[in-house]
């Protein structure tokens, strides 16, 4: 993300809508399985609020709620 922003000059918006879904039936679905699923859910969009909110900051304009 980092890099997508040195090379476009900032950011605009951000869609984040990135994941996994491991496709089992629940009884047979490992808890392994399950935290992949869910941290790719979660995880990834603290990561990229976290780079986009660094870059919305440097930028001074917009509304910050």
Known sequence: MHRRVHT???LDVLINNAGIVIVAPIHEMELSD???GAASQFDRHVFN???CTQAYAGRRQGQHH
Do not use: D, S
């Open 8 to 10: 476009f000059g900032g």
């Open 49 to 51: 609020e976290q780079t």
């Open 34 to 36: 399950w935290n992949k």
